[in-house]
């Protein structure tokens, strides 16, 4: 209540200036302020809103009952009423507002407790569905979380064909990266004055520069076609479409859209004819074709061999690249932007393929500017994340001067994806029958760097000892012992020596 006078009563002090008045205005805000107390604690306000305003009613009624006011007094005394009303049920409606938007917020916190993984069944939607294949989209990564905010403007697609299948010629209006995961294909990009075609094998990636039509075919007679797009929307943020421009019904001709004189000034062809052509595709954007035609897709040998420089480079396998790092445990393939691939450094991206043995664990580790869109591509596993933003909210935790922490838990299989933001410390895990693999895209790469917990080099041991005993409270030595081993980033997920008669369970 005290916030509702002062806001009520300047309006009266700029409404009248003369004491008279002043004295009158203050007699009808007590009145209505009478009449709002009497409702409320009937606990009428809501209902009665629709009817005879009974706050306006009394207060009306006050102005009426007054036998020193004039005639004039009297109408001053009912327009305020009126006003004074106005002001409150605004001011109520805001509170409404707030209150919504409040519990909204709690509402969307709370709604996933898994902020950062992502169920290939849950969080996918089928964007096409054609005999021939489909294309499905993740979800908008704020539509999960809002903590994804940082990676909003990144959308990724998985588009899966069957065997020898065509992908119609689509152009978007996003920055594609676009790995091919498994399955082998031919990718046409229209250039100005030719198509130059592209043969893919699995762990080859290529960037597809905003608008550039496309159409890819699945080149292989058996096998299915799993190709991984990362889109980068360049004009809505987090949302992109895509343009068909040759096509029919379906898919449908962009060109649809444009009424017949426009259409006819521009190609120059009566309308019958044009009808004619826009009506014959009714395939759908993925669809079957024979073998000869696969055949005639493929590149010749002259525009295989690249003889325009500069996009050619940009193809690269990361299978095939030689491992940043390996041991017997595990191997880590990175391709990032010193890897004089330019397209890379200007989308501040990194492709990077991670294969834990069976039975093995990566070090606990997180990157410091990146943030990890990771897709697990086969074998089955086990993650784990420290978060301070999920921290649960008990009050027990109030003497303490640090956040609490809470453990982002999955068991990882194909077809799944996770996202590490930056800061965050991790591990993957696989399981005991097969190797982990998994393909990531890391956003915001620029001065990246990976620290460690645990193997050589961790950012404890590197700590110098004062600093370590003090935030321990322990001795240095001792410390050290805990932290220090001589492999790095992968291990054997077993159980120290003395716990040996125990299994190892994530
Ligand atoms: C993963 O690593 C193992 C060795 O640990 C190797 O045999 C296997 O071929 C690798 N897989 C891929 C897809 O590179
Ligand atoms: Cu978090």
């Known amino acids: 209540m005290d916030h509702l006078k002062p806001r009520v009563s300047l309006l009266f002090l700029t409404d009248l200036t003369?004491?008279?008045?002043?004295?009158?205005?203050?007699?009808?805000?007590?009145?209505?302020?009478?009449?709002?107390?009497?409702?409320?604690?009937?606990?009428?306000?809501?209902?009665?809103?629709?009817?005879?305003?009974?706050?306006?009613?009394?207060?009306?009624?006050?102005?009426?009952?007054?036998?020193?006011?004039?005639?004039?007094?009297?109408?001053?005394?009912?327009?305020?009423?009126?006003?004074?009303?106005?002001?409150?049920?605004?001011?109520?409606?805001?509170?409404?507002?707030?209150?919504?938007?409040?519990?909204?917020?709690?509402?969307?916190?709370e709604e996933d407790e898994n902020p950062y993984v992502f169920e290939e069944d849950k969080d996918f939607s089928t964007r096409v569905e054609t005999e021939g294949g489909s294309i499905r989209v993740l979800k908008k990564f704020t539509e999960k979380s809002k903590l994804l905010q940082g990676i909003e403007n990144f959308r990724l697609a998985i588009l899966e064909a069957r065997a020898h299948t065509f992908v119609s010629p689509r152009h978007f209006d996003s920055e594609v990266v676009l790995f091919n995961i498994k399955g082998r294909a031919v990718l046409g990009l229209v250039r100005e004055s030719e198509t130059e075609k592209i043969t893919l094998e699995p762990g080859d990636m290529i960037h597809i520069p905003a608008g550039t039509p496309l159409y890819i075919v699945n080149r292989d007679e058996n096998e299915k076609l799993l190709l991984a797009m990362l889109h980068i929307p360049v004009s809505t943020p987090g949302k992109f479409e895509e343009f068909f421009g040759p096509g029919g019904r379906d898919p449908e001709s962009v060109l649809s859209a444009f009424s017949w004189n426009v259409l006819q000034a521009a190609l120059q062809t009566p309308k019958g004819k044009l009808e004619r052509l826009f009506n014959q595709q009714n395939e759908g954007s993925i669809f079957k074709i024979s073998r000869e035609r696969v055949r005639a897709l493929a590149p010749t040998k002259k525009s295989s061999w690249w003889p325009f420089g500069g996009e050619s480079k940009a193809q690269f396998n990361i299978f095939s690249k030689r491992p940043t790092f390996s041991n017997g445990y595990g191997r880590l393939t990175e391709v990032g932007p010193d890897d004089e691939k330019s397209w890379l450094q200007r989308l501040n991206l990194m492709l990077t393929f991670t294969n834990i043995t069976q039975r093995s664990m990566s070090t606990i580790h997180y990157n410091s500017h990146a943030t990890k869109i990771a897709l697990v591509m086969d074998g089955r596993g086990h993650l784990q994340i420290s978060c301070p933003h999920m921290s649960s909210r008990s009050d027990s935790k109030h003497d303490k001067s640090s956040p609490s922490y809470h453990r982002i838990s999955a068991d990882l299989k194909p077809g799944m994806v996770f996202v590490v933001p930056p800061g965050h410390p991790f591990v993957t895990i696989a399981s005991n029958k097969e190797n982990l693999l998994i393909i990531c895209f890391e956003v915001n790469v620029r001065d990246n760097k990976k620290f460690t917990f645990a193997g050589k080099d961790n950012i404890v041991s590197s700590l110098d000892n004062v600093a370590k005993e003090l935030a321990f409270n322990y001795p240095s030595e001792m410390v050290n012992g805990v932290f220090e081993r001589k492999e790095s980033l992968f291990f054997p997920f077993e159980l120290p020596s003395e716990e040996r008669g125990r299994r190892a369970v994530a």
């Open 18 to 109: 003369m004491a008279t008045r002043a004295k009158l205005s203050l007699a009808i805000f007590l009145f209505f302020l009478l009449a709002l107390i009497s409702n409320l604690a009937l606990g009428k306000l809501k209902e009665t809103e629709v009817e005879e305003d009974p706050e306006l009613v009394t207060c009306k009624h006050q102005c009426q009952q007054q036998r020193q006011y004039t005639e004039s007094d009297k109408r001053t005394c009912l327009q305020q009423c009126d006003s004074m009303k106005q002001e409150r049920e605004k001011q109520v409606e805001e509170e409404t507002r707030e209150k919504e938007e409040e519990h909204q917020e709690q509402h969307e916190e």
